[in-house]
């Protein structure tokens, strides 16, 4: 079974600083890979994915996540942070499991930005 | 397209009543999600509809808890009878391709 892992909670930086958020999954394939990201009292908005071909995605709002199979990672990146950019941010993984499509949420981290 | 759409959006209820919760697919969206939020337990997906067909519903926590999608365009998330264990912001999402579409969600609290 496929697992998600964001090891950071909660994460503090200054506005304009650059971002990088971790997300580990575990999964014997290559899995689909997203990224959402959570406003307070808001629903999840998806920022990027990853099916396949290049290993660098581009996202919304200034964001990049670099697929890394040998290290079964996707780490978020944003070269500068904004304030509306405080929110909480899920990792999640997308497989097909008996022909069905299945995704998993990781735990999330929380974004807090210092001016 | 208006996207997912849940209702209500907030609900208050007592507790041992009976709550709906529902939810409109994005038309064209062959997958739905009913997911709950706590802050003590985070995201968890109760049950997942394929063509209207629930797959999984492992998820569910007790036998009060039930969904249904009688059309792809409609389900809902019974709670009967409700609890204060069950106050927690439920969300409804929709997918075509693995891509997940989520709804604002449904704040429930049970007094």
């Known amino acids: 079974a496929q697992s998600v892992t964001q090891p950071d909670i909660h994460i503090t930086v200054s506005e304009g600083a650059s971002l990088e958020l971790r997300c580990n999954y575990s999964?014997?394939?290559?899995?689909?890979l997203f990224w959402y990201v959570q406003s307070p009292g808001q629903g999840l908005q998806l920022l990027l994915k990853?099916?396949?071909?290049?290993?660098l995605v581009q996202g919304i709002k200034g964001f990049e996540a670099e697929f890394k199979r040998s290290q079964s990672s996707f780490n978020l990146r944003k070269p500068s942070v904004h304030w509306s950019d405080a929110a909480e941010y899920f990792c999640a993984v997308g497989t097909h499991s008996g022909g069905y499509q299945k995704v998993t949420f990781g735990t999330g981290t929380k974004l807090q930005v210092i001016p | 397209d208006a996207g997912v759409i849940q209702s209500p959006r907030h609900e208050v209820t007592e507790m041992g009543q009976e709550v709906t919760l529902r939810c409109k697919p994005i038309?064209?969206?062959?997958?739905l999600f009913w997911y709950r939020q706590t802050m003590m337990r985070g995201l968890e997906l109760l049950i997942y509809?394929?063509?209207?067909?629930?797959?999984?519903d492992s998820g569910m926590p007790e036998d009060r808890f039930s969904a249904k999608m009688p059309n792809a365009s409609f389900s809902t998330l019974k709670i009967q009878p409700s609890e204060p264990r069950d106050s927690a912001v439920y969300f409804c999402?929709?997918?075509?391709?693995?891509?997940?579409?989520f709804g604002p969600g449904t704040r429930l609290t049970v007094l």
């Open positions: 999402a929709s997918s075509l391709r693995n891509e997940q579409f």
């Open positions: 990853y099916f396949s071909g290049d290993t």
């Open positions: 999964y014997g394939a290559t899995p689909y």
């Open positions: 038309s064209g969206h062959d997958y």
């Open positions: 509809f394929n063509n209207n067909v629930p797959i999984d």
